[in-house]
Structure formats: C-alpha cells, structure tokens
C-alpha cells in the first residue's frame, strides 16, 4: 500500500450498537424509546446482530442512524472518482483543484516531490479488470514521472502568466493526490464496502476499504465483525 494513504476518524456517533438498539427496538415497542434504558454497548450490538442481521433478515434501516466521518489523504483522482460512483448515501466534500494547486507548482521549483502531489503505481506486473496480464517495469515508471514534472513545470508557468488554475490544470496527470472527507451512516458503509472492496475493484480503492475497517471494528465491534465474516469482500450488494 502506498505509503501516503491515510484515513482517519474525524467524528463518530457515541455508542452506535446502542442507537441501533434503540431504532430497532422502536419499531415493536408501544411506549417510546426515550424512556427504555438501552442494553450496554456491546450487548446493544448482539442483540442487534441477533435480530437484525443474522439468517439474512436483511433489515438493514436502523442501521441508519449512527454516522461517522473520515478524513482521507493522499489517495488518487481515480479513487475519487470511484467513491463518488454509485448511490451509496455518503457525503463527500473532496480537495479542489480549482482553489489548491499551489503544491502542483512546488513540484516545479523543487520544494515538493513528484509523488507527494501525483500517484502512480508500483513496479510490478498487473492485469485489467478482464484478467489481460501486462507489466509495468521501472524505465516505464521513471518516464511517468518525469512527465509528471514537466506538466507540472508548465502548469506554474501558466499560473504565473495569469491562468486559472482550472484552465492550467488541463494538462495535468490524471491521478494527482487528494485529500476528502466522507460521512456515511453504518449502512452507507458497508454498502461501500460491498461495492470497493471485492476483488476486481481498483486495487486503490480496496487500499481505502482496508483502512477503514479497523476502524469501523473498533466504532461498532459486534456489527462489524459480523459485516467482516459473512459480507466483506464477497460482493454481496446491497443491504
């Protein structure tokens, strides 16, 4: 995995499993749950598991109510195009080149380097999405970057002679780094997680998926680790 990916946890609703509870336990309870005391943690996410998602019940709507938020950097244009595909119910607020191109000019002078600012992959061989084999050797790589830099050589000239940054930026790499924020409920998730994580998916993308699992582990525990043993990675769309 490339060094620069990065996902982080920004904001999380406190104990998810027990809202999940309490949602669920709405929906068959006569009085209202604001005044029912909701299991512990950890038992809330049993009980849900038990009654939610076990023997494939598929009722995945109080599933929808804790949210969390990640901070995500360094990752590829590519993937960000990706996670935007696909009604997967997230917010998504994504770096812009139209008002952050400052670090493609440092690549020009020097002050940053030609993989801190675009992505490429790593020496080795690959295939398509169809199974077609190819290898992408080392002098292949070092062309790309070079390349890369003289781009971004022209791209500062071109903000110094009074460009836009969204008319200089056309000539660009298509995979320059960045950074986004997403927001998803715990269903919202896993879905993406159906969607980016199975085995033909950009391999970038599962990079992503596999960042935040531990911490989706951690947020809901019991949920998770079921999601983990019966879904992840087996393409198993759409709860």
Same mark, same amino acid.
């Given at each position: &995995?490339?060094?620069?990916?990065?996902?982080?946890?920004?904001? $999380? =609703?406190?104990?998810?499993?027990?809202?999940?509870? &309490?949602?669920?336990?709405?929906?068959? #309870?006569?009085? =209202?749950? $604001?005044?029912?005391?909701?299991?512990?943690?950890? @038992?809330?996410?049993?009980?849900?598991?038990?009654?939610?998602?076990?023997?494939?019940?598929?009722?995945?709507?109080?599933?929808?109510?804790? /949210?969390?938020?990640? $901070?995500?950097?360094?990752?590829?244009?590519?993937?960000?195009?990706?996670?935007? %595909?696909?009604?997967?119910?997230?917010?998504? !607020?994504?770096?812009? &080149?139209?008002? %952050?191109?400052?670090?493609?000019? /440092?690549?020009? =002078?020097?002050?940053?380097?030609?993989?801190?600012?675009?992505?490429?992959?790593?020496?080795?061989? #690959?295939?398509?999405?169809?199974?077609?084999?190819? /290898?992408?050797?080392?002098?292949?790589? @070092? %062309?790309?970057?070079?390349?890369?830099?003289?781009?971004? =050589?022209? #791209?500062?000239?071109?903000?110094?002679?009074?460009?836009?940054?969204?008319?200089?930026?056309?000539?660009?790499?298509?995979? #320059?780094?960045?950074?986004?924020?997403? %927001?998803?409920?715990?269903?919202?998730?896993?879905?993406?997680? !159906?969607?980016?994580?199975?085995?033909? /998916?950009?391999?970038?993308?599962?990079?992503?998926?596999?960042? &935040?699992?531990?911490?989706?582990?951690?947020? $809901?525990?019991?949920?998770?680790?079921?999601?983990?043993?019966?879904?992840?990675?087996?393409?198993?769309?759409?709860?």
């Amino acid at each position: &995995m490339d060094p620069r990916f990065h996902v982080k946890p920004i904001s $999380a =609703t406190f104990e998810p499993q027990r809202l999940i509870w &309490m949602a669920m336990h709405q929906d068959y #309870y006569e009085g =209202t749950v $604001a005044d029912t005391e909701a299991p512990p943690e950890n @038992e809330a996410g049993e009980l849900v598991v038990k009654h939610l998602l076990l023997g494939g019940r598929g009722h995945y709507g109080p599933l929808e109510h804790p /949210a969390i938020s990640f $901070a995500v950097a360094g990752f590829p244009h590519s993937v960000v195009q990706q996670a935007r %595909t696909h009604r997967v119910g997230i917010s998504f !607020d994504v770096q812009s &080149m139209r008002y %952050t191109g400052k670090r493609v000019a /440092a690549v020009a =002078t020097g002050k940053l380097g030609v993989e801190d600012v675009f992505y490429f992959r790593a020496v080795g061989n #690959y295939a398509d999405r169809f199974g077609k084999k190819y /290898a992408y050797s080392k002098q292949m790589r @070092e %062309t790309d970057l070079q390349v890369a830099k003289q781009m971004s =050589t022209i #791209y500062g000239y071109k903000l110094q002679e009074g460009f836009a940054e969204e008319h200089a930026r056309g000539m660009l790499p298509f995979d #320059y780094r960045q950074n986004f924020v997403l %927001t998803f409920n715990l269903r919202s998730a896993m879905h993406f997680l !159906d969607l980016r994580s199975k085995l033909d /998916a950009q391999s970038e993308i599962i990079d992503l998926c596999n960042l &935040m699992v531990p911490v989706l582990q951690q947020w $809901a525990p019991e949920v998770i680790n079921w999601y983990i043993e019966k879904r992840l990675g087996r393409a198993r769309l759409s709860p």
